[in-house]
């Protein structure tokens, strides 16, 4: 590594509004990241956006003694696609997802996600790998993600990981990454069939009270092939397997997919919390897949 990586002096400039001292970095590649990542890993922070991580540090609900800003490095920002696959660097922005035809074409669910997600200034801030790395229940890029069968890459100074995102979350505010690694791209398989998210909250830009995202494939009027996942209703996103099971093979006709949809509720365990009721959640999710599934099967290209 070329240059000597030295802290910034931010806090000559801190007003205070972070109530703790911190040593910030500010690395220009991705070497130089995973080079303090790999020195300070465990009492470390990646910073991205900053939306979630400034305000549970406004409130010290996480106390980092190192801030590494991350938002410098453009090789981590990018949407592209290869013959098999849609690639999302973790620095890219909501706003870039927005503005991303190939997000539009290919991966519909999550384009809807953008959609629903914040306001214009949180979509221009706030980063998709920020989002998955938060590992908050309600994240609105896990639904989709998980439909569309998502792979999440892994980097570290000792090489890289993909995992299946199934895999990725542990619980709330947990995922399987080590503190030396960092969230590096999300690989989307292209496939054929139709997707899409919808979520139900308070008011236009909050946090979902309940998400659920659908990917299907049809043939000869028959599902051939279901995905479904729910966010806000468990201790991390989840899958509903049982659902998906039951709706393969089966001639698509409303009052069956209504009937099957609502199995979903026996498949979550959502909480009473500020946003929502438990029972509310269970009867929302039910709504939700349904309606899901129908603006799928609207999207499946014939
Ligand atoms: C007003 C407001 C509205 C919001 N609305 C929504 C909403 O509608 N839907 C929704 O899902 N969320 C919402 N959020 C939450 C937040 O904006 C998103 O989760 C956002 O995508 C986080 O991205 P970020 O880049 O700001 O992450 P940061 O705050 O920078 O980081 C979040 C966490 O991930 C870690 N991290 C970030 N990038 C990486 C990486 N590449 N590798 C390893 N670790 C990393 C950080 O260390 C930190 O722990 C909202 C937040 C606010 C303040």
């Known amino acids: 590594m070329s240059r000597e990586l030295r802290p910034v002096p931010i806090n000559l400039r801190n007003t205070k509004i972070i109530p703790f001292e911190f040593q910030y970095f500010e690395p220009e590649s991705l070497e130089e990241a995973l080079q303090l990542l790999r020195t300070y890993g465990s009492e470390a ?6 939306t979630d991580l400034l305000v549970k540090m406004k409130i010290r609900a996480v106390e980092p003694k190192y801030v590494i800003n991350i938002k410098l490095i453009r090789e981590l920002r ?7 696959s849609v690639r999302i660097g973790a620095l890219t922005t909501w706003r870039d997802l927005e503005k991303s035809d190939l997000i539009r074409e290919e991966v519909p669910a999550l ?41 999440i890459k892994l980097t570290s100074i000792e090489g890289t990981r993909e995992i299946p995102i199934t895999e990725f979350f542990t619980g709330p505010g947990m995922t ?25 909250s308070r008011v236009a830009m909050d946090l979902a009270i309940a998400s ?32 998906e099971a039951a709706l393969i093979g089966k001639k698509v006709d409303e009052g069956v997919l209504r009937e099957i949809a609502s199995l979903v509720a026996g498949e979550i365990s959502p909480i009473d ?17 349904y309606d899901s599934l129908i603006k799928s099967l609207e999207r499946v290209r014939r």
């Open 45 to 50: 922070k990646i910073l991205a956006g900053g």
């Open 212 to 243: 659920a995202a659908t990917y299907v494939e049809v043939e000869d009027n028959t599902i051939k092939d279901v995905k479904i996942a729910l966010g806000s209703v468990a201790p991390r996103p989840i899958r509903a397997r049982k659902c």
């Open 111 to 151: 384009y809807d996600a953008v959609k629903s997600m914040g306001s214009l200034q949180i979509r221009n801030m706030a980063t998709v790998g920020g989002n998955l790395c938060n590992a908050s229940p309600a994240a609105d890029s896990a639904p989709p993600l998980l439909v569309h069968e998502a792979k």
């Open 176 to 200: 399987v990454m080590k503190p030396y690694e960092l969230l590096h791209e999300i690989i989307i398989p292209k496939r054929k069939g139709g997707s899409s998210f919808i979520k139900v």
């Open 78 to 84: 990018y949407v592209r696609a290869d013959r098999d």
């Open 273 to 289: 919390d500020v946003r929502g009721s438990a029972w509310y959640r269970r009867e929302v999710s039910k709504v939700l897949v």
